[in-house]
């Protein structure tokens, strides 16, 4: 029975410290938008182009209006907050300031569609090989920048290769 009621107690005190952290996790339902203000437009002018897919887009502009105020997790701490936003496709954890700009993001996307000029870059380079599986790579800094990288799992006859790519098609 003591090792019973030691036992919750131990399981009462983690719930309490993990509750604490300033993390919380959205799929799309109760989602609190705001209209996309000045705070996180550079934000959506660095990860976005012409070329991203819709469902990528569509979870970034999910995570640029999210009002953090009205996470029942905020506290109105001055420390960072971070949201992970679930898609069908992947997701984004992004990192808010108490004002709910976006610090930054880690952004991780499974079997997206590749844009025209990394599909061309690997017709280009392996011919007759077939696409298997493509994953879509952001992490954005507010003071550093944006990185996005594809990998794309090909295969060639028996031959089964990675292959990673920058956001200009260009092999890394």
Do not use: C, W
Not at 44 to 56: A, H, R
Not at 138 to 150: A, D, F, L, M, R
């Amino acid at each position: 029975m003591k090792n019973l009621i030691f036992g919750l107690y131990i399981m009462g005190l983690t719930n309490l410290s993990y509750s604490q952290n300033l993390v919380s996790v959205v799929d799309g339902t109760g989602v609190h938008k705001r209209s996309i203000s000045s705070i996180n437009v550079n934000y959506l002018d660095k990860v976005q182009s012409i070329n991203t897919s819709k469902q990528i887009k569509t979870l970034e502009i999910i995570a640029s209006k999210y009002d953090i105020t009205k996470n029942v997790k905020f506290n109105g701490s001055k420390k960072p907050f971070k949201v992970k936003f679930k898609g069908l496709f992947g997701s984004i954890t992004a990192t808010y300031n108490p004002k709910g700009k976006i610090l930054n993001t880690i952004e991780e996307f499974k079997n997206v569609a590749l844009p025209k000029y990394v599909m061309k870059s690997i017709s280009e380079q392996y011919p007759q090989a077939s696409i298997l599986a493509t994953s879509y790579f952001v992490s954005y800094n507010n003071e550093i920048g944006v990185t996005k990288q594809y990998i794309v799992k090909i295969k060639k006859g028996k031959k089964i290769k990675n292959l990673k790519f920058d956001n200009d098609g260009i092999k890394a």
